[in-house]
């Protein structure tokens, strides 16, 4: 009894404050590390929304989503945007330290993006957000493996480019 | 044993087909049961409940940590928000996901973890907000707090969501093996069809080469035998064709009803004006002549010995004989015609002989006999007068002595030419012996005959002939007349008369015309 007391209590709050809400859009969210001692960029939800949309169809591998139409900046057009050579290859690494190396050739043939948005929500920590790397599932089928759902880095908060 | 072998047919039939429906239905839950496993094998595997529950366990770790560097004052709301949102995404797929369900004993405490651990993440969260740190602080004390003792049970998680995805990916294992094993029998079962209907190809192309075979022979014995016949046919028609052609008879063999030459022999062929329908009518000379024999052949199933004038061109006599046939179930005629003509001119020529008097070409006696009691029936019938004349030349005896017998033959066939012109058309004539010749006159009565007997007597008397010295030969005649004048008399009585007459010609100084007949006119000669 206590405890359901407790969690409409809870659900009350977070209605009213909205913890559970998206880390607000200017907070420094992302660190894109250059290769071979550059600056690194760090940069907000809203520092990346001020680059071209583009949206795939996709989802987020092993945890239950569904396909839903993600909207966010080409990886390869950020990357030309913040002046930076072609990678050969990029490390992502998430918040819960999980890190997956994405080859350069994947940006030239599949042009996945870094997801802000899902069906046009920004996306809170708990929900994977505020960043997904998303690849174009819908587009391309022969996508749905284990290696480029390995590549689907959600709660991204780093990238190096080598 | 006759009945047995259809029913061992249709068993064989039945078991076939029974063969063929049971390996159709084994294919068709083969597909379905593969197409099954296709499609969950087409998604990539999701067994990644023991990484979930290692980060889950992590992130129970690295959020402690955080929490005691926000209450040293090294980490600020947001980093601890951060941690605590991507703890709240470790803990949701454990909670939804059925892997736990394939654990061999059921694990009580593990619900009661993850729930627990929700409870309190909720509650934290709930709490914070991103500016406020003494919120934060509060919070953190209470996470350095609890979180220490749920890493003991997050780690349990570990292990039992390693030990239920090994008890999942053997199950899996499993099922593939027993999908393999009832694969493994369909593909038996289908290989044994499939076997036993090769051996049933096999027999039956075997039966059917064997039944070719025999087809063949019996087929090449049945030509041998056509050949055999249409060559013994062949040879019967050559012998035929043979016989007809060296027959003095000519062939046709016609159509009763169209007149369709079936035959026709090359001698007929060649006399007939055309083949075809009008080929018979085409044959004879006379019109009248084919009308008859078409009436007979109409009425007649057989007949023989007609005769007929055949060839229009080149008129003969024919022996006609005519057998009817069937031909095809069609009626026909065979026609056999010989040629009569030598048979005739001889018949004729007998005849003459036999009629005639060689020397003069007058009938002879017999024949003037018969000729004449024809005649003289009829007139008597027709109730006409008829006279008989009896001529005899004078002194024919010493006309032989003096010239010879050459010139008394060329005195006889003077006088028979004069006779004749005379009286020829008057009725018969004929040369009865010698010199005496006799004549019946038709529709002549006493007088008539008598100045048709002057007339003659006259007309020999004028005639010059000569010996062969170059001396004319006087040649007189003397003539006996009797007339028949209604009583019933025969030529014999009629030629006795006449002869008592000439008897007295002769006597009264010969050259001279007599009669017994009192109402005739006297002598003038």
Same mark, same amino acid.
């Given at each position: 009894?206590?405890?359901?007391?407790?969690?409409?209590?809870?659900?009350?709050?977070?209605?009213?404050?909205?913890?559970?809400?998206?880390?607000?859009?200017?907070?420094?969210?992302?660190?894109?590390?250059?290769?071979?001692?550059?600056?690194?960029?760090?940069?907000?939800?809203?520092?990346?929304?001020?680059?071209?949309?583009?949206?795939?169809?996709?989802?987020?591998?092993?945890?239950?989503?569904?396909?839903?139409?993600?909207?966010?900046?080409?990886?390869?057009?950020?990357?030309?945007?913040?002046?930076?050579?072609?990678?050969?290859?990029?490390?992502?690494?998430?918040?819960?330290?999980?890190?997956?190396?994405?080859?350069?050739?994947?940006?030239?043939?599949?042009?996945?993006?870094?997801?802000?948005?899902?069906?046009?929500?920004?996306?809170?920590?708990?929900?994977?957000?505020?960043?997904?790397?998303?690849?174009?599932?819908?587009?391309?089928?022969?996508?749905?493996?284990?290696?480029?759902?390995?590549?689907?880095?959600?709660?991204?908060?780093?990238?190096?480019?080598? | 044993?006759?009945?047995?072998?259809?029913?061992?047919?249709?068993?064989?039939?039945?078991?076939?087909?029974?063969?063929?429906?049971?390996?159709?239905?084994?294919?068709?839950?083969?597909?379905?049961?593969?197409? !099954?496993?296709?499609?969950?094998?087409?998604?990539?595997?999701?067994?990644?409940?023991? =990484?979930?529950?290692?980060?889950?366990?992590?992130?129970?770790?690295?959020?402690?940590?955080? @929490? *005691?560097?926000?209450?040293?004052?090294?980490?600020?709301?947001?980093?601890?928000?951060?941690?605590?949102?991507?703890?709240?995404?470790?803990?949701?797929?454990?909670?939804?996901?059925?892997?736990?369900?394939?654990?061999?004993?059921?694990?009580?405490?593990?619900?009661?973890?993850?729930?627990?651990?929700?409870?309190?993440?909720?509650?934290?969260?709930?709490?914070?907000?991103?500016?406020?740190?003494?919120?934060?602080?509060?919070?953190?004390?209470?996470?350095?707090?609890?979180?220490?003792?749920?890493?003991?049970?997050?780690?349990?998680?570990?292990?039992?969501?390693?030990?239920?995805?090994?008890?999942?990916?053997?199950?899996?294992?499993?099922?593939?093996? +027993?999908?393999?094993?009832?694969?493994?029998?369909?593909?038996?079962?289908?290989?044994?069809?499939?076997?036993?209907?090769?051996?049933?190809?096999?027999?039956?192309?075997?039966?059917?080469?064997?039944?070719?075979?025999?087809?063949?022979?019996?087929?090449? &014995?049945?030509?041998?035998?056509? @050949?055999?016949? /249409?060559?013994?046919?062949?040879?019967?028609?050559?012998?035929?064709?043979?016989?007809?052609?060296?027959?003095?008879?000519?062939?046709?063999?016609?159509?009763?009803?169209?007149?369709?030459?079936?035959?026709?022999?090359?001698?007929? +062929?060649?006399?007939?004006?055309?083949?075809?329908?009008?080929?018979?009518?085409?044959?004879?000379?006379?019109?009248?002549?084919?009308?008859?024999?078409?009436? +007979?052949?109409?009425?007649?199933? @057989?007949?023989?010995?007609?005769?007929?004038?055949?060839?229009?061109?080149?008129?003969? =006599?024919?022996?006609?004989?005519?057998?009817?046939?069937?031909?095809?179930?069609?009626?026909?005629?065979?026609?056999?015609?010989?040629?009569?003509?030598?048979?005739?001119?001889?018949?004729?020529?007998?005849?003459?002989?036999?009629?005639?008097?060689?020397?003069?070409?007058?009938?002879?006696?017999?024949?003037?006999?018969?000729?004449?009691?024809?005649?003289? +029936?009829?007139?008597?019938?027709?109730?006409?007068? $008829?006279?008989?004349?009896?001529?005899?030349?004078? *002194?024919?005896?010493?006309? *032989?002595?003096?010239?010879?017998?050459?010139?008394?033959?060329?005195?006889?066939?003077?006088?028979?030419?004069?006779?004749?012109?005379?009286?020829?058309?008057?009725?018969?004539?004929?040369?009865?012996?010698?010199?005496?010749?006799? %004549?019946?006159?038709?529709?002549?009565?006493?007088?008539? !005959?008598?100045?048709?007997?002057?007339?003659?007597?006259?007309?020999?008397?004028?005639?010059?002939?000569?010996?062969?010295?170059?001396?004319?030969?006087?040649? /007189?005649?003397?003539?006996?007349?009797? /007339?028949? &004048?209604?009583?019933? /008399?025969?030529?014999?009585?009629?030629?006795?008369?006449?002869?008592?007459?000439?008897?007295? %010609?002769?006597?009264?100084?010969?050259?001279? $015309?007599?009669?017994?007949?009192?109402?005739?006119?006297?002598?003038? $000669?």
């Amino acid at each position: 009894m206590h405890r359901v007391i407790t969690s409409l209590l809870l659900t009350g709050l977070i209605l009213a404050f909205g913890a559970q809400a998206a880390p607000p859009r200017d907070m420094p969210i992302l660190t894109i590390h250059p290769g071979a001692g550059g600056t690194p960029h760090v940069l907000s939800v809203a520092d990346l929304e001020a680059y071209p949309r583009r949206s795939v169809t996709g989802l987020i591998p092993d945890v239950g989503d569904h396909e839903a139409e993600w909207t966010g900046v080409s990886l390869a057009s950020l990357l030309q945007g913040l002046g930076e050579p072609w990678p050969a290859r990029i490390t992502a690494s998430a918040m819960d330290s999980y890190r997956e190396t994405i080859p350069g050739s994947d940006l030239e043939h599949y042009d996945p993006i870094i997801a802000y948005q899902r069906n046009g929500e920004y996306l809170s920590i708990s929900q994977r957000g505020p960043l997904v790397i998303m690849y174009p599932y819908g587009e391309h089928p022969e996508l749905l493996t284990r290696v480029f759902f390995s590549r689907t880095v959600w709660q991204l908060d780093e990238l190096r480019l080598e | 044993m006759q009945p047995s072998r259809p029913r061992h047919h249709k068993l064989a039939m039945l078991a076939l087909l029974s063969t063929l429906a049971t390996m159709i239905l084994a294919t068709a839950y083969s597909l379905v049961t593969v197409n !099954a496993k296709y499609a969950k094998y087409s998604a990539p595997g999701m067994h990644t409940e023991v =990484w979930q529950s290692y980060q889950l366990h992590s992130e129970t770790r690295r959020l402690s940590d955080t @929490a *005691n560097r926000v209450l040293a004052g090294e980490a600020t709301a947001p980093e601890l928000i951060q941690r605590l949102g991507v703890a709240k995404s470790q803990l949701a797929p454990l909670q939804h996901t059925r892997v736990f369900d394939y654990l061999p004993e059921a694990h009580a405490e593990l619900p009661e973890t993850l729930e627990h651990l929700d409870s309190l993440l909720q509650a934290w969260s709930s709490r914070l907000s991103w500016q406020d740190t003494s919120q934060a602080i509060q919070v953190a004390d209470e996470m350095a707090d609890q979180l220490p003792t749920m890493l003991g049970p997050t780690h349990d998680i570990i292990v039992s969501a390693n030990i239920a995805v090994a008890s999942r990916l053997d199950a899996e294992r499993h099922d593939l093996k +027993r999908t393999f094993q009832r694969l493994v029998w369909v593909l038996l079962l289908l290989g044994t069809g499939s076997l036993l209907l090769a051996a049933k190809l096999f027999r039956d192309y075997r039966h059917t080469l064997h039944l070719t075979r025999e087809l063949g022979t019996l087929n090449q &014995s049945l030509e041998e035998r056509v @050949a055999e016949r /249409t060559r013994r046919l062949e040879e019967r028609k050559a012998l035929l064709g043979i016989i007809l052609d060296s027959s003095p008879s000519d062939v046709a063999l016609l159509g009763a009803n169209d007149q369709h030459a079936y035959y026709i022999s090359d001698t007929l +062929r060649q006399r007939a004006s055309t083949n075809d329908s009008g080929f018979l009518e085409s044959l004879f000379v006379d019109s009248h002549q084919y009308t008859l024999f078409m009436q +007979r052949l109409a009425t007649s199933q @057989a007949f023989d010995n007609w005769e007929a004038r055949l060839d229009p061109r080149s008129p003969y =006599w024919a022996l006609l004989s005519v057998r009817h046939l069937e031909i095809d179930s069609h009626r026909a005629w065979l026609i056999w015609s010989l040629d009569i003509s030598e048979r005739k001119r001889m018949e004729h020529e007998l005849k003459q002989l036999a009629t005639t008097d060689s020397l003069t070409g007058l009938a002879n006696r017999r024949t003037f006999l018969r000729q004449a009691i024809k005649q003289l +029936r009829r007139s008597l019938r027709e109730a006409n007068p $008829c006279s008989v004349l009896v001529i005899d030349i004078d *002194n024919f005896k010493r006309i *032989n002595d003096q010239h010879g017998h050459q010139v008394g033959d060329t005195v006889l066939q003077a006088v028979a030419r004069r006779l004749d012109k005379h009286l020829h058309p008057r009725g018969p004539l004929g040369r009865l012996g010698g010199e005496e010749f006799a %004549a019946l006159v038709k529709d002549a009565d006493g007088r008539a !005959a008598w100045e048709i007997a002057e007339a003659l007597r006259d007309d020999v008397e004028c005639l010059t002939l000569q010996g062969e010295d170059g001396r004319a030969i006087p040649v /007189t005649i003397s003539i006996g007349i009797a /007339t028949h &004048s209604g009583q019933d /008399t025969s030529p014999q009585h009629l030629l006795v008369e006449a002869d008592k007459a000439l008897y007295l %010609a002769k006597s009264r100084g010969r050259n001279r $015309c007599e009669t017994l007949d009192q109402s005739s006119p006297g002598p003038s $000669c």
